[in-house]
């Protein structure tokens, strides 16, 4: 699975890429006398369609094009799971609202 989006280059260009999830975490930890923290989060990248090439640009534009790591509510939850649940919640943010599934 994949998004196809726009990209805002760093010359502020705009062009399509596809965006996807490339990494999921799932974190739990236990301190004595506290209550457990868990959490999940990912991260994606951008991949231009015209040579497979993933996008790798400055920082600014990476933020800009929300290339970064993402926190979801998706605790306990099956792998496959976790990536639907990653896909939907990009789709939530305003720079992905009209990304198509690919």
Do not use: P
Not at 50 to 74: C, M, P
């Amino acid at each position: 699975m994949a998004l196809r989006n726009k990209y805002i280059a760093e010359n502020g260009s705009e062009k399509t890429l596809y965006y996807r999830v490339v990494e999921i975490n799932s974190h739990y930890e236990k301190i004595k006398g506290e209550l457990a923290s868990k959490t999940v989060n990912f991260n994606i990248e951008a991949i231009d369609e015209t040579d497979n090439s993933i996008v790798y640009e400055s920082k600014e534009t990476r933020d800009a094009n929300q290339l970064f790591w993402h926190d979801i509510q998706a605790q306990d939850q099956e792998v496959e799971v976790l990536i639907d649940k990653a896909y939907e919640y990009l789709k939530t943010l305003e720079h992905f609202s009209e990304a198509e599934d690919c």
